[in-house]
Nanobody, 122 residues
Framework: QVQLVESGGGLVQAGGSLRLSCAAS????????MGWFRQAPGEAREFVAA????????SYADSVKGRFTISRDNAKNTMYLQMNSLKSEDTAVYYC???????????????WGQGTQVTVSS
């Protein structure tokens, strides 16, 4: 069993930066594939980025490639999403997700956090 808690969301102006964190409980975090998803009002949840259990492989949605960076620190049981050059269209609730087998862009992750709001003002 893994519990995930996101933090770091907030209000930022367009062009600014935020770093989201996803803290995981449980000893198995270090072998889990992890991902970030987001959901804007009235929209379906969409993939943002994913990272393999050891951080050796990453994947990004085209809409965030070059602006967002996913990383993890297994010693701290924490995953991060560094978001730079934020745009108004990045406004959404951001969720972290985990699964024993990396699901990459598929929403088939077993464990999900409660979400953190990111609002980008233009």
């Amino acid at each position: 069993q893994v519990q995930l808690v996101e933090s770091g969301g907030g209000l930022v102006q367009a062009g600014g930066s935020l770093r989201l964190s996803c803290a995981a409980s449980g000893r198995t975090f270090s072998i889990y594939g992890m991902g970030w998803f987001r959901q804007a009002p009235g929209e379906a949840r969409e993939f943002v980025a994913a990272i393999s259990w050891n951080g050796g492989s990453t994947s990004y949605a085209d809409s965030v490639k070059g602006r967002f960076t996913i990383s993890r620190d297994n010693a701290k049981n924490t995953m991060y999403l560094q978001m730079n050059s934020l745009k108004s269209e990045d406004t959404a609730v951001y969720y972290c997700a985990g699964n024993p087998i990396t699901q990459w862009a598929s929403p088939s992750y077993t464990y999900w956090g409660q979400g953190t709001q990111v609002t980008v003002s233009s």
